[in-house]
């Protein structure tokens, strides 16, 4: 995503930032300026973006923004954080609160459940899968009965 796509967009890029920008799996891109935070979500119009606070402009995105290629971040992201929570719910985390078990500070994780967004540059961790499992009695196997 290093090329910048510059204003005016056609339908498909406006679509395809707009949904990125709705996307609780995406960095935002939002309005800088320091007079009114939180930050304020740039809205996609053709000609460009606007910041609805303060009529601040944006002209470029990045290409794979524009594109929808993000989209596979996204999908990939979305299910690597729906398995790890699962793992977690199953007993994975080892004691582990499910912030820390993501990978996230309990202030980000509050976010996250507030407002859909993990933080800027947010990689899913990588937890490998446990060997000293829980395994219910039912499901041993018989032959470590003596
Ligand atoms: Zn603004």
Known sequence: MTQRVLA???PEQVQSMRAYQASQYT???CCLNVLHRPNVAFEVEPEGMV???CAARREWVHEG???GTWRVIELEQAEQIDELVTRW???EGGGAGLH???????EEYGTW????????NYEVPR?????SSFVPPTQRSPASSS
Do not use: F, K, M
Not at 127 to 131: E, G
């Open 51 to 53: 910041c609805p606070s």
């Open 100 to 106: 820390e078990w993501l990978g996230l500070s309990e």
């Open 113 to 120: 459940l507030e407002t859909s967004q993990l933080p800027v």
């Open 27 to 29: 960095s935002t891109l």
């Open 65 to 67: 923004i524009a594109n």
């Open 89 to 91: 719910h199953d007993g």
């Open 127 to 131: 937890r490998p899968r446990s060997t």
């Open 8 to 10: 005016p967009w056609t």
